[in-house]
């Protein structure tokens, strides 16, 4: 488990014990057996999924009647709580007459929910999110993250997607093919892929998540943006480049093949691409660098702090 993870699972286990110690006399607690049970529910026709608690969720995709079929020990089946708001279906466990619940022992809840068409997956707690069968869609698509819990999924189709991640939490997808790919990162959680098909990038790291997409093939231009710690690397091919390093975070692009390449350095952070056409430099600072691969026509903007790898 990262560093990053354990603290984060530090903080809320502390704020969790505070919390217990306040509203113990209100609280119903209730220890997890070791046997196990299912429960299967009906559920709407639902286009998103919401994981509120420490529960995993696991989507397939296949057509039909949508239901959700819920995997726990069979004292705490009971209290696992479905519920769809609109076109949602929001997962948590439910408290009993106004008192609080807690769960103790070492036991896991999953549920499995099975639809035809669902494109919206966010986790605000420390569940997981699995894609099992992957998604194919003609939709857009999005993924968001606000807490430590992940998202995985290996095959994407759709049209547009969206990815979030506002804390801890990671999002993890392979074999993707969008219209446009926007990925933006406000902590420390990360985003990886090996493989991105796509018609235009749009990339952030506004904190200390990485991002890291293995083979990026993006038939218009692309745009990466480090602003704090988190560095981006990338490899594959693109049409026109803009990278804009702000802070600590690296951008290693280098082996990103492009027509044209902008770059913007403001800090340490350095800027590592690789050009065919025209390269523009800015750079604000004594300390950042830029460095280049391939043979660029013409280099604006000075050779000061700019290097051939």
Same mark, same amino acid.
């Given at each position: 488990?990262? $560093?990053?993870?354990?603290?984060?699972?530090?903080? +809320?286990?502390?704020?969790?014990?505070?919390?217990?110690?306040?509203?113990?006399?209100?609280?119903?607690?209730?220890? +997890?057996?070791?046997?196990?049970? *299912?429960? &299967?529910? #009906? $559920?709407?026709?639902?286009?998103?999924?919401? !994981?509120?608690?420490?529960?995993?969720?696991?989507?397939? @995709?296949?057509?039909?009647?949508?239901?959700?079929?819920?995997?726990?020990?069979?004292?705490?089946?009971?209290?696992?709580?479905?519920? %769809?708001?609109?076109? =949602?279906?929001?997962?948590?466990? &439910?408290?009993? +007459?106004?008192?609080?619940?807690?769960?103790?022992?070492?036991?896991? %809840? *999953?549920?499995?929910?099975?639809?035809?068409?669902?494109?919206?997956?966010?986790?605000?707690?420390?569940?997981?999110?699995?894609?099992?069968?992957?998604?194919?869609?003609?939709?857009?698509?999005?993924?968001?993250?606000?807490?430590?819990?992940?998202?995985? =999924?290996?095959?994407?189709?759709?049209?547009?997607?969206?990815?979030?991640?506002?804390?801890?939490?990671?999002?993890?997808?392979?074999?993707?093919?969008?219209?446009?790919?926007?990925?933006?990162?406000?902590?420390?959680?990360?985003?990886?892929?090996?493989?991105?098909? %796509?018609?235009e990038a749009r990339?952030?790291?506004?904190?200390?998540?990485?991002?890291? $997409?293995? @083979?990026?093939? !993006?038939?218009?231009?692309?745009?990466?943006? +480090?602003?704090?710690?988190?560095?981006?690397?990338?490899?594959?091919?693109?049409?026109?480049?803009?990278? @804009?390093?702000?802070? *600590?975070?690296? $951008?290693?692009?280098?082996?990103? #093949?492009?027509?044209?390449?902008?770059?913007?350095?403001?800090?340490?952070?350095?800027?590592?691409?690789?050009?065919?056409?025209?390269?523009?430099?800015?750079?604000?600072?004594?300390?950042?660098?830029?460095?280049y691969k391939g043979?660029? *026509?013409?280099?604006?903007?000075?050779? &000061?702090?700019?290097?051939?790898l």
């Amino acid at each position: 488990m990262k $560093i990053k993870h354990l603290i984060f699972c530090f903080s +809320a286990f502390a704020l969790l014990v505070l919390t217990a110690s306040a509203c113990r006399s209100d609280a119903k607690v209730v220890k +997890a057996s070791r046997s196990y049970a *299912t429960r &299967e529910v #009906k $559920i709407s026709n639902v286009s998103g999924v919401c !994981c509120n608690t420490a529960i995993d969720i696991v989507y397939v @995709q296949q057509s039909g009647n949508p239901y959700a079929c819920i995997k726990a020990p069979s004292n705490v089946l009971p209290y696992v709580k479905l519920e %769809c708001r609109g076109n =949602c279906l929001n997962v948590s466990y &439910e408290n009993t +007459a106004n008192r609080n619940l807690t769960l103790n022992g070492d036991f896991t %809840c *999953t549920v499995y929910v099975y639809a035809p068409e669902v494109t919206s997956f966010t986790v605000n707690s420390a569940g997981d999110i699995e894609l099992k069968n992957g998604l194919h869609t003609n939709r857009d698509v999005s993924f968001k993250v606000q807490s430590a819990g992940d998202i995985s =999924c290996d095959k994407v189709k759709c049209r547009n997607l969206e990815v979030k991640v506002n804390s801890a939490g990671d999002v993890e997808l392979d074999r993707v093919s969008c219209s446009q790919l926007r990925v933006l990162l406000n902590s420390a959680g990360d985003f990886s892929s090996d493989n991105v098909t %796509c018609s235009e990038a749009r990339l952030k790291a506004n904190s200390a998540g990485d991002m890291d $997409i293995r @083979q990026l093939n !993006c038939r218009g231009d692309l745009d990466a943006l +480090a602003n704090s710690s988190g560095h981006i690397k990338l490899a594959g091919t693109c049409g026109d480049a803009r990278y @804009q390093a702000n802070s *600590t975070g690296d $951008i290693k692009a280098e082996k990103m #093949k492009t027509r044209n390449a902008s770059v913007w350095v403001c800090s340490i952070g350095n800027v590592y691409c690789n050009t065919s056409g025209r390269l523009k430099v800015s750079r604000n600072t004594s300390i950042g660098m830029v460095y280049y691969k391939g043979m660029p *026509t013409q280099i604006q903007g000075g050779y &000061e702090g700019v290097k051939n790898l």
